[in-house]
């Protein structure tokens, strides 16, 4: 990801206003289908107006990805040159009938491409197995509670679920034994439901064998029409969370397990980038797409400026069209434009990222 050759690449691509390869970062949904309904999740937590109006995409009927558009993506992806990182996200991919499939066509195409897999668990006891043979690099389980009552309440299904999610993180360490991967990641999204729970899910990690606990800041959507999202921490109870957070971390690290929470504590466990914004660029133009199931191609996961859509266009055609150069080109310049209409970046995704490609790039200057 973040490798002299890909620095380069950048550093090329932006001069030169094109691009001269893959995306380096790509984040494919195979299917907007899910089995649960998360509190936090967009779908649950927008109002239908709102979403008509920042994220329209989100009120199409549930939609798988053709397999066959997903290899000629893939052809074009070798051609253009591998991708450093795949990210199979959704909805629930695993829900997807051709999961397989498609994880067999990205590791035997791309060897050494980190391949991730974001899953909420609840079906992974069945894939466990596989995912291990085919040398899944990470799977991220987003499993946002520590004990059955609080998975339950977040993910408004039986409490039942809670132990199939546990049964198939344990097969997953099971069945790697001694490999290094995949490596085995714990999410949270933080909330007012599970902010009490950095020592349940430390504990979840020690019985299950995760490598990781990572708590995210909440995107709380802070539209002008939305009432104030009842899953946002108070302050009291953010310093709360953080005190919990301390005392369970000192015991994961004598276990070798990270535990950690990724958002700025300005905004008690809220997810904000305004600020950053006004100095550091978006390079994710130029390194990141987004594949969503009916084909169309984004440039981020919080804007609905779409670059072309593989049913009409190769991929290949559309990452070095003009119309792609344009996009980029905006999202490079919100330090001085602010952002593009109809993205939402106060709550970007591509945040650590974005920092991480502008602490790199200026380090010499």
Known sequence: MFSKESITYLKNAIQAHKVSRAPIDLQILPTTRCNAKCIFCPTQA???????????????????INHGVFERLVDDLYRLGAPK???????????????????????GTFPQTEINLVTNGILLKEFASVLVKLGINRVSISINAGTRQSF?????????????????????????????????SLTAVLN??????????????????????TYLALMDFPF??????????????????????????????????????????????RLRA??????????????????????????CCNCEAVLGNLSQRSFYQIWNSAEAQMIRERMFKIPELGPPELCDCLECGYLFENQEYHRLLTANE
Not at 85 to 107: A, C, D, N, Q, S
Not at 156 to 183: M, S, W, Y
Not at 195 to 213: G, M, R, V
Request: hydrophobic share 40%; glycine share 6%; with cysteine.
């Open 152 to 184: 339950a309440k977040q993910f408004q299904v039986p409490e039942n679920f809670f132990d199939q999610v546990k049964a198939g993180i344990k097969l997953i360490g099971k069945e790697r034994g001694k490999k290094p991967i995949p490596q085995i």
């Open 274 to 299: 305004e600020e950053i914004y006004k100095k550091t660029p978006c390079y994710a133009g130029y390194t990141f797409a987004m594949v969503w199931p009916d084909g169309s191609i984004r440039a």
């Open 192 to 213: 007012k439901v599970n902010f009490k729970e950095p020592s349940d899910l430390l504990q979840l990690a020690l019985e299950t064998q995760a490598d990781a606990i």
């Open 224 to 269: 002008s029409e939305e009432e104030k999202r009842n899953s946002v921490l108070t302050e009291n109870e953010f310093q709360e969370f953080r005190a919990e957070l301390a005392i369970a971390k000192q015991k994961a690290q004598k276990h070798g397990i990270y535990l950690g929470f990724t958002g700025n504590s300005l905004y008690q466990g």
């Open 85 to 107: 990182r795949v990210h199979l996200t959704g909805g629930e991919p695993l829900l997807y009938k051709k999961i397989i499939p498609m994880l067999f066509v990205l590791r």
């Open 46 to 64: 927008v109002s239908k107006s709102e979403m008509a109006r920042f994220a329209p995409r989100w009120l199409e009927e549930p939609m798988d």
